[in-house]
T-cell receptor
């Protein structure tokens, strides 16, 4: 398996623009996570899906952020409108058997810069 | 919810020395404690984990210890090498009233190994 695949790897955009980040989890994994990483706040959980259903979105900063998982092999994280403080590396991760303490497999991340 | 504190935030050692990173957690029901390593510009990857029914686990030059009574766990790296330089994250999961298996991460420790 190619692992968790994220796109784009790098995104530079201007304030106010819409940003869409994409993730393809490892085939067969039933849990998917979106994390945001910054120097100031470390790894923050934004949202968690189990079997394509959002279970915990308490980490989503505000209404500008939304996430979807239309099927088991694809998820998106959208920011609209984007702001400079959204600049960060966004990681998608997937897991199998999370309830048994399963490993999280991270993608390479999407580095977002909002000017 | 679970709260994980990690110390130190930065650790600088000479090649060949040992390095110790410590984490504390707040939820006594947590039962799974993974450690992730993130090299510069790369994704976090699991390097070792420990479950609450075990007090210590070793894998070559790395070891983890767990003290459930004190609610703290540590990562030990012996005979450090320059390639050990990375950010290390601890995490805890399995606690909460509903048995949340979503890992809560510490803020990370930047380990620098000087040749």
């Amino acid at each position: 398996d190619a692992g968790v695949i994220q796109s784009p790897r790098h995104e530079v955009t201007e304030m106010g623009q819409e940003v869409t980040l994409r993730c393809k989890p490892i085939s067969g994994h039933n849990s998917l996570f979106w994390y945001r990483q910054t120097m100031m706040r470390g790894l923050e959980l934004l949202i968690y899906f189990n079997n394509n259903v959002p279970i915990d979105d308490s980490g989503m900063p505000e209404d500008r952020f939304s996430a979807k998982m239309p099927n088991a092999s694809f998820s998106t994280l959208k920011i609209q409108p984007s702001e400079p403080r959204d600049s960060a590396v966004y990681f998608c991760a997937s897991s199998l058997e999370l309830a048994r303490g399963g490993e999280l497999f991270f993608g390479e991340g999407s580095r977002l810069t909002v000017l | 919810g679970e709260n994980v504190e990690q110390h130190p935030s930065t650790l600088s050692v000479q090649e060949g020395d040992s390095a110790v990173i410590k984490c504390t957690y707040s939820d006594s029901a947590s039962n799974y404690f993974p450690w992730y390593k993130q090299e510069l510009g790369k994704r976090p990857q699991l390097i070792i984990d420990i479950r609450s029914n075990v007090g210590e686990k070793k894998d070559q030059r790395i070891a983890v210890t767990l003290n459930k009574t004190a609610k703290h766990f540590s990562l030990h790296i012996t005979e450090t090498q320059p390639e050990d330089s990375a950010v290390y994250f601890c995490a805890a999961s399995g606690g909460g009233s509903g048995g949340s298996y979503i890992p809560t991460f510490g803020r990370g420790t930047s380990l620098i190994v000087h040749p």
